[in-house]
Nanobody
Framework: QLHLVESGGGLVQAGQSLRLSCSAS????????MGWFRQAPGKEREFVATMRWSGGSTYYGDSVKGRFTISRERAKYTVNLQMNALTPEDTAVYYCYTQPLGTDYKLWGQGTQVTVSS
């Protein structure tokens, strides 16, 4: 079993930066990818960024390309999401996820609120 714990959300002003972290525990040998989605009130969950655990390839959603960067601390099974040039449109609950080996489903963290004021 895998378990995710997120941290780093909060309230910032437009143009500022924020960093989220997500640490996995348990069967970390089964991690295929880790990343982030977000969900704003009244909207569907939106892909933000992901990193393939083997090789470290990264992928980003169009709305965050060039502003957000996903990185990892491999030995700690932790991914970080550096978010720069934040806008009010980035306001959402950010969910960390991981995809376990041999599955087609995602395991989710509890979510962390990011609020960007104008």
């Amino acid at each position: 079993q895998l378990h995710l714990v997120e941290s780093g959300g909060g309230l910032v002003q437009a143009g500022q930066s924020l960093r989220l972290s997500c640490s996995a525990s348990g069967r970390t040998d089964r991690i295929v990818a880790m990343g982030w989605f977000r969900q704003a009130p009244g909207k569907e969950r939106e892909f933000v960024a992901t990193m393939r655990w083997s090789g470290g390839s990264t992928y980003y959603g169009d709305s965050v390309k060039g502003r957000f960067t996903i990185s990892r601390e491999r030995a700690k099974y932790t991914v970080n999401l550096q978010m720069n040039a934040l806008t009010p449109e980035d306001t959402a609950v950010y969910y960390c996820y991981t995809q376990p080996l041999g599955t087609d489903y995602k395991l989710w963290g509890q979510g962390t609120q990011v609020t960007v004021s104008s």
